[in-house]
């Protein structure tokens, strides 16, 4: 079985911008979730996707958003990046069931996004 | 307000020797406790589990104790290898809070040959 996929794996963006990352969960994994890691704040809860709807959202400004397709593959967005965006952002999946009790969460390798 | 800690940043062990990792928490609401470890240019990879109903869950090499008093969890890591270095995390989460995970820090596990 295929893991969760994240595209792409590196980006250059400049202070301003807006960036979309990708991410294709496991096959039959309904929920996803989305996770910022900097060397500061660790690894921080930004949103979870159940079902096209999103289920869960963590203490980030608006600026951040996500949405799930009905395939269960899900983008966030960033706009008006600022420097302090520069991240790994990760993705992860679970179980149809949707909850960490019934299935861990599986992460895919992230995508490096750095602010410049 | 750190609801998950982990105040080793670092633990460094001999091969074949216990490796400890220690996580504390602070919300009485968490009631389940994941460990993950992570390597360099990858993502968390899961460890073990355990629900506040039990005190202990073991797995292989790995041993996860809970002191649901003292809102204390720890790691067992027995017996260590040199592919065991890597970032631990501690995970918690509630029972309604779904895929929602609290992460401590981390703690750097290097398992010297």
């Known amino acids: 079985k295929a893991g969760v996929t994240q595209t792409p794996r590196y980006l250059i963006k400049t202070r301003g911008q807006q960036v979309t990352l990708s991410c294709s969960p496991i096959?039959?994994?309904?929920?996803v979730s989305w996770y910022q890691q900097t060397p500061g704040q660790g690894l921080q809860f930004l949103f979870e996707?159940?079902?096209?709807?999103?289920?869960n959202k963590g203490n980030f400004p608006g600026r951040f958003s996500g949405r799930q397709f009905s395939n269960s593959r899900s983008e966030m967005n960033v706009s008006t990046l600022e420097l302090g965006d520069s991240a790994l952002y990760l993705c992860?999946?679970?179980?149809?069931?949707?909850?960490?009790?019934?299935?861990?969460?599986?992460f895919g390798n992230g995508t490096r996004l750095t602010v410049t | 307000d750190q609801q998950v800690k982990q105040n080793s940043p670092s633990l460094s062990v001999q091969e074949g020797r216990i490796s400890i990792l220690n996580c504390d928490y602070t919300?009485?609401?968490?009631?389940?406790f994941l460990w993950y470890k992570k390597y360099p240019a990858e993502g968390p990879t899961f460890l073990i589990s355990?629900?506040?109903?039990?005190d202990k869950n073991e797995d292989g090499r790995f041993t996860v104790f809970l002191n649901k008093s003292a809102k204390h969890l720890s790691l067992h890591i027995v017996p260590s290898q040199p592919g065991d270095s890597a970032v631990y995390f501690c995970?918690?989460?509630?029972?309604?809070?779904?895929?929602?995970?609290?992460f401590g820090e981390g703690t750097q596990l290097t398992v010297n040959p």
């Open positions: 992860a999946s679970s179980s149809p069931q949707g909850s960490s009790y019934n299935s861990p969460l599986h």
């Open positions: 096959s039959g994994h309904r929920s």
């Open positions: 996707y159940f079902s096209e709807t999103q289920r």
């Open positions: 919300n009485s609401m968490f009631d389940y």
């Open positions: 355990i629900s506040s109903i039990k």
């Open positions: 995970a918690a989460s509630e029972a309604t809070s779904g895929s929602r995970l609290t």
